[in-house]
T-cell receptor
Framework: DAKTTQPPSMDCAEGRAANLPCNHS???????VYWYRQIHSQGPQYIIHGLKNNETNEMASLIITEDRKSSTLILPHATLRDTAVYYCIVRVFNSGYALNFGKGTSLLVTP | DAGVIQSPRHEVTEMGQEVTLRCKPISGHDYLFWYRQTMMRGLELLIY????????DSGMPEDRFSAKMPNASFSTLKIQPSEPRDSAVYFC?????????????FGSGTRLTVV
């Protein structure tokens, strides 16, 4: 699986958009980008995933650059409940099927 | 759907004792994973099963750890004998096979303290 790089921490004001970057410069053509988050004392929670097109669901949007070497997870209107550690994971869609979580980005949403 | 159910939520035991953690995956999910989380090492995959069969146990730290999945609705992770360095939060997760858009569903975890 390709290695990912995320900033260790970020702040965001409540109600504003939170943009969480992830670099994955060694990503290969058949690897997807997954995002999970872990709220304190809970298990990780799936957010979204994509291959090369931008994706949106009820939780977030995922923007993947054209060269696929980086991506951004966007929480359009962050709330205090979005305070969590966000993990960007890159892996082949259906091989091995074990996700390796790195250190992630600790997002603090402030009032 | 009740989600992935883990028990107990908290476990405090003395060094040398046997500890058994339990997990009930989501009905219909054919993959089950055991993870361990500590401050120092983050989330580590210990072992995972597909259709009740262990596929990769390379993350199991040593022979003191064992995991079983006797049927599609139940799995255990056993530590015998337990040591203080085993103190961590243990998560169980389940998923459908490759190709699902839903990814993993994690349980609430078992916080293990070995004193």
């Amino acid at each position: 699986d390709a290695k990912t790089t995320q900033p260790p921490s970020m702040d965001c004001a409540e109600g504003r958009a939170a943009n969480l970057p992830c670099n994955h410069s060694t990503i290969s053509g058949n690897e997807y980008v997954y995002w999970y988050r872990q709220i304190h004392s809970q298990g990780p929670q799936y957010i979204i995933h994509g291959l090369k097109n931008n994706e949106t669901n009820e939780m977030a949007s995922l923007i993947i650059t054209e060269d696929r070497k980086s991506s951004t997870l966007i929480l359009p209107h962050a709330t205090l409940r979005d305070t969590a550690v966000y993990y960007c994971i890159v892996r082949v869609f259906n091989s091995g099927y074990a996700l390796n979580f790195g250190k992630g980005t600790s997002l603090l949403v402030t009032p | 759907d009740a989600g992935v159910i883990q028990s107990p939520r908290h476990e405090v035991t003395e060094m040398g004792q046997e500890v058994t953690l339990r997990c009930k995956p989501i009905s219909g999910h054919d993959y089950l994973f055991w993870y361990r989380q500590t401050m120092m090492r983050g989330l580590e995959l210990l072992i995972y099963f597909n259709n009740n069969v262990p596929i990769d146990d390379s993350g199991m730290p040593e022979d003191r750890f064992s995991a079983k999945m006797p049927n599609a609705s139940f799995s255990t992770l056993k530590i015998q004998p337990s040591e203080p360095r085993d103190s961590a939060v243990y998560f169980c997760a389940s998923s459908l096979g490759p190709g699902t858009a839903a990814g993993y569903t994690f349980g609430s975890g078992t916080r293990l303290t070995v004193v």
